[in-house]
């Protein structure tokens, strides 16, 4: 029984590269969000996506930010050109589709680090 | 501004007491989550609360949702240094809002032997 999965949980990148973060869901569930943790911050919800669709996007960073959760494999976070304050803890969760109090699961979390 | 504000921010306490963390809103949930998380990881999901008044309880720990879904409160009874930790709370704003959870900044728990 598979929790969520994220990869990599440790992820270095210099100033200007592209960061890919990877999240797979619990078996069963179709929806997923991403959350952005910064050092002595709450955890802030950045997208919401189901099965090739992004429903809302409102936490997303207007430049330089992406997601997608294709119909086959996971769901991607991708930033492009990163810079030091992207350096976050990134979280997945993961919800089935038919619970009403958005009960969410989450991953390990993916820690970026920009130098 | 915080909108949900937790309090206290860091509480360290003796092995067998018991304490209290609230998470408070000027905003109505319609449903309130408590997580706990560890350096490292990610949030673990302890309880759902979605009706107003409601009180769960999960061995040593009593959750409450306020009348108003406006707050909540996670009381521990005799703890002990494994629920030390990061307590968070979380909900969904009622009435629209993103769809995603809104976290408070956490409670610092620590339990000393």
């Known amino acids: 029984n598979a929790g969520v999965m994220q990869n990599p949980r440790h992820l270095v990148r210099r100033r200007g590269q592209e960061a890919r973060l990877r999240c797979s869901p619990m078996k069963g569930h179709s929806h997923v969000y991403w959350y952005r943790q910064l050092p002595e911050e709450g955890l802030k919800f950045m997208v919401y996506l189901q099965k090739e669709n992004i429903i809302d996007e409102s936490g997303m960073p207007k430049e330089r930010f992406s997601a997608e959760f294709p119909k086959e494999g996971p769901s991607i976070l991708r930033i492009q050109q990163v810079v030091r304050g992207d350096s976050a803890a990134y979280f997945c969760?993961?919800?089935?589709?038919?619970?009403?109090?958005?009960?969410?699961?989450f991953g390990p979390g993916t820690r970026l680090t920009v130098l | 501004t915080q909108l949900l504000e937790q309090s206290p921010q860091f509480l360290s306490i003796q092995e067998g007491e018991n304490l209290t963390v609230y998470c408070n809103s000027s905003?109505?949930?319609?449903?309130l989550q408590w997580y706990r998380q560890e350096p490292g990881e990610g949030p673990v999901l302890l309880v759902t609360?979605?009706?107003?008044?409601e009180v769960k309880k999960l061995k040593r720990l009593t959750f409450q949702f306020g009348d108003a879904r406006k707050d909540s409160s996670l009381h521990i009874t005799a703890a002990q240094p494994g629920d030390t930790g990061l307590y968070l709370c979380?909900?969904?704003?009622?009435?629209?809002?993103?769809?995603?959870?809104?976290f408070g900044k956490g409670t610092h728990l620590i339990i000393q032997p």
């Open positions: 979380a909900g969904l704003v009622s009435g629209g809002g993103a769809d995603g959870l809104t």
């Open positions: 969760a993961s919800q089935p589709g038919t619970i009403f109090y958005n009960e969410q699961f």
């Open positions: 905003s109505v949930f319609s449903s």
């Open positions: 609360v979605v009706t107003g008044g």
